[in-house]
Nanobody, 114 residues
């Protein structure tokens, strides 16, 4: 079973940057496409970006050109570098496997002030 621990969130002004980290335990992490999701208040969780085991990436249109997803398979860690943050990026950010996701972690909160 994969356990996921997200960190790196915080409070930031619009235009600022944050880098999120997600550490996973278990061998499932290394061979899965890993994704970042976010859930804004009173909204459904949405996919933000994902990265294949070999490094291919995908971004939602809303973050394309501003966010960068990456992973370190040796460290079972996936990152999300978030630049040019906007108030609409506010939410709780989670990571999980894109296909057959496991139990969700606690997430890490991001608040962007205008």
């Amino acid at each position: 079973q994969v356990h996921l621990v997200e960190s790196g969130g915080g409070l930031v002004l619009a235009g600022g940057s944050l880098t999120l980290s997600c550490v996973g335990s278990g061998t499932v992490f290394s061979y899965n496409t890993m994704a970042w999701y976010r859930q804004a208040p009173e909204k459904q969780r949405e996919l933000v970006a994902h990265v294949h085991h070999h490094g291919d990436t995908f971004y939602a249109d809303s973050v394309k050109g501003r966010f960068i997803i990456s992973r370190d398979n040796d460290k079972n860690t996936v990152y999300l570098q978030m630049n040019s943050l906007r108030p609409e990026d506010t939410g709780v950010y989670y990571c999980n496997a894109l296909y057959a996701p496991g139990p969700w972690g606690q997430g890490t909160g991001v608040t962007v002030l205008s």
